[in-house]
């Protein structure tokens, strides 16, 4: 059957009547000749009827169209009579029906017949996946429509047992030391200014942005960063030691020590003892493990304890918050993760009158409620109530707070990542609404959030008069600070929402007010 077919008007020495016989006995066994000789057949019956008609404007026509043999193209008018006749019919003995559904199932035999898709399936394969590239689904797989509530991601958990993980994090965190020593030594110096804490602090901010454009790859779990994400931030910081005095060459190659240090490898001691003690320093608590130390204030210990659903809380507030520790850098680290203060959260919640996703938040620093946000480390965060990764999750409607750290790949990361989940919504006539805050840059990622066709409101905070909150709040007494640029904020909806303006211009208001202290505010689970 996948061979050629049997010949039947070329046959020699044959009457018309021997040749039709022939060609129904050759249709009765060949599925693809019944469906071709009857579109044939079709076609020679009205190309009769328009004989008697051109013969009166002296047309001249030849007789009864034979057979289209095989490999040879036919005019298209006849190509599409056979096509719409060829739909109507299925494998012989069975009668035909015209319905879609036979048509269907013609076409799937002479699939099955021939081995080759028929123009109709090919059809329903391009269309297939048209819909599933628009709406994101990978080539190759049927898209899936949103599920019928906001799904709840289940993170994954901690792998390791906690005595094990905090053995890793140890080891962790003494790389990052010897990447914060290979920095002062090698770059710090030359980036100049005095040696006070506040320029330290300026000056250690180059090696923080630097790190975050590499993801802390391979030190953290926070994903693979893209090749152009490395070379911008290499470039970046390069440029900066230039201006500095150094020259090209010699830029690359400080830079080059200061990646092989981060890539070095993790050493930790899988035979020291873990156990973590507890004591009360004043307002904050301290946690203490294998010589390494981290804190907590009250309010924020209190907010972790009813977060927490698990085992031995001690351990786990220990390896929480050495992670984000190393996250931080260096001890009054934490520039690129300015926070949103409460006033603004709750303008989002009461313009919504529903729970709020908050998309970028750690156990320290939600505002959102147990299990409706979103953070960098699920293998530690989710014994806390985190949901895992923002970019692993499948929003399909509600409203979502998005205030990414301050990263220029991160920054565009988010924006594909919305643009998809909303043009998903949009499919689906579901209202999926972002509410973006970033700071207003030059980057890609800005730029293709302020030109998504999903765009319904954008307001503009001037740096200077809006605060936030810092990222390390859950050891720093100085709790906010004011935005030393200009905030973009950004209202995104699946399907057109009322008062979209308002809520910007309101999430634009209250970021001018200064935000109390944590301590002075009810921790909130």
Aim: proline share 6%.
């Amino acid at each position: 059957l996948g061979g050629s077919s049997p010949q039947v008007a070329g046959l020699p020495g044959k009457t018309k009547q021997t040749k039709a016989k022939a060609a129904k006995k050759a249709t009765a066994v060949d599925p693809v000749m019944s469906a071709r000789h009857a579109a044939t057949q079709r076609g020679a019956q009205s190309k009769k009827k328009q004989k008697g008609k051109t013969k009166k404007v002296g047309l001249a026509l030849t007789g009864l169209a034979p057979l289209a043999q095989p490999g040879k193209r036919i005019k298209k008018k006849k190509q599409k009579a056979a096509d719409a006749s060829f739909a109507d019919h299925t494998s012989a003995p069975r009668q035909a029906k015209k319905s879609k559904k036979n048509s269907d199932q013609a076409h799937d035999r002479v699939e099955e017949a021939t081995g080759r898709p028929g123009k109709k399936s090919r059809k329903r394969q391009a269309l297939a996946y048209a819909a599933a590239t628009a709406l994101g689904a990978p080539a190759g797989k049927k898209a899936r429509g949103p599920a019928k509530s906001p799904p709840t991601p289940t993170p994954p958990k901690v792998t390791l047992p906690l005595p094990d993980a905090i053995r890793l994090e140890l080891g962790r965190w003494s790389v990052m030391d010897q990447v914060v020593a290979t920095y002062d030594e090698h770059l710090a110096t030359v980036l100049g200014g005095g040696d006070s804490q506040r320029n330290e602090q300026k000056r250690k901010r180059h090696l923080e942005a630097w790190l975050w454009a590499r993801l802390f790859h391979p030190l953290l779990p926070l994903g693979s960063p893209s090749a152009s994400a490395i070379s911008q931030g290499d470039s970046s910081l390069a440029q900066k030691l230039q201006n500095a005095g150094l020259s090209s060459k010699e830029a690359q190659g400080r830079i080059g020590r200061l990646a092989a240090v981060l890539a070095g490898g993790v050493r930790e001691d899988k035979t020291a003892a873990v156990k973590v003690s507890v004591k009360e320093d004043g307002d904050h608590m301290v946690l203490a493990c294998s010589g390494r130390s981290v804190e907590i204030n009250r309010t924020h210990w209190e907010k972790l304890r009813q977060l927490y659903a698990g085992v031995d809380f001690h351990s786990a507030a220990f390896l929480l918050l050495a992670r984000y520790r190393i996250l931080q850098v260096h001890a009054k680290g934490g520039g690129n993760q300015g926070a949103m203060s409460r006033a603004v959260w709750r303008a989002i919640e009461l313009w919504a009158e529903q729970p709020v996703i908050e998309a970028f938040a750690s156990p320290l620093n939600t505002l959102a409620s147990k299990g409706r946000y979103h953070s960098a480390f699920a293998d530690v965060d989710c014994a806390f109530g985190s949901g895992g990764s923002f970019f692993d999750a499948a929003f399909d409607e509600g409203v979502v707070e998005v205030n990414p750290p301050f990263d220029e790949d991160l920054v565009l990361r988010v924006a594909t990542a919305c643009e998809t989940s909303l043009a998903r919504a949009s499919a689906a006539k579901r209202i999926l609404v972002f509410v973006i805050i970033i700071p207003e840059t030059d980057w890609a990622g800005h730029a293709a959030l302020l030109e998504s066709r999903f765009k319904r409101a954008y307001r503009s905070a001037p740096s200077g008069q809006h605060f936030y909150t810092v990222g390390n709040q859950h050891t720093n007494s100085q709790q906010c600070y004011p935005a030393s640029r200009n905030t973009t904020i950004i209202v995104l909806a699946s399907q057109l929402v009322t008062g979209a303006a308002r809520l910007a211009e309101r999430v634009k208001e209250v970021f001018r007010e200064r935000p109390p202290p944590i301590a002075a505010a009810a921790a909130r689970p």
